[in-house]
T-cell receptor
């Protein structure tokens, strides 16, 4: 009965490279949320997805960032042409229904851009 | 424009005493509120939640109070234990608006023995 799995736990990328962060939700969960935590900051909402659909991407930067949650496989958060300011901890959460319920978090991916 | 605010960055409490963590929100559409606990280098862990139709929810040592008119909620931990030392995040969502969980910046609780 695995929880939310994120990989990799740590990712180092050079400026200009692409970063791919993966999130496998808990079994039976079809709702996935991505959050970013900058140093000394709270968890900032980025995007909310259901299987094959983006429900709310109001927190995601318009450029370089994209997310998907395909019918099969994990949810992917992709950051193209990374910059130093993208260095942060990225957390994924999943829930069994839309809102009004607790979401369970993974352990996060710490992205460092050098 | 912070919709969920935790105005105290830190709180220190002695073991056995009550810890009270506060949270204010601005969006009157929020109808579901949660508290999460986070240790360094780990993901947040769900603690307790409350729906806007209630004003109190209790689970063991943890109680959440909601004052809708004041747009304020609080988490009470009693008695506090050293293992409770962590960052506590308040979060809110608005089902009708389809808003995903919005988090405050967190309060670091330190419980000394």
């Amino acid at each position: 009965n695995a929880g939310v799995m994120q990989n990799p736990r740590h990712l180092v990328r050079r400026r200009g490279q692409e970063a791919r962060l993966r999130c496998s939700p808990m079994k039976g969960h079809s709702h996935v949320y991505w959050y970013r935590q900058l140093p000394e900051e709270g968890l900032k909402f980025m995007v909310y997805l259901q299987k094959e659909n983006i429900i709310d991407e109001s927190g995601m930067p318009k450029e370089r960032f994209s997310a998907e949650f395909p019918k099969e496989g994990p949810s992917i958060l992709r950051i193209q042409q990374v910059v130093r300011g993208d260095s942060a901890a990225y957390f994924c959460a999943s829930s069994s229904q839309a809102l009004n319920t607790e979401a369970f978090f993974g352990q996060g991916t710490r992205l460092t851009v050098v | 424009d912070q919709q969920v605010k935790q105005n105290s960055p830190s709180l220190s409490v002695q073991e056995g005493r009550i810890s009270i963590l506060n949270c204010d929100y601005t969006n009157s559409m929020f109808d579901y509120f949660l508290w999460y606990k986070k240790y360094p280098a780990e993901g947040p862990t769900f603690l307790i939640s409350i729906s806007s139709i209630k004003d109190k929810n209790e689970d063991g040592r943890f109680t959440v109070f909601l004052n809708k008119s004041a747009k304020h909620l609080s988490l009470h931990i009693v008695p506090s234990q050293p293992g409770d030392s962590a960052v506590y995040f308040c979060a809110a969502s608005a089902f009708k608006a389809g808003t995903a969980l919005i988090f405050g910046k967190g309060t670091t609780l330190s419980v000394s023995s």
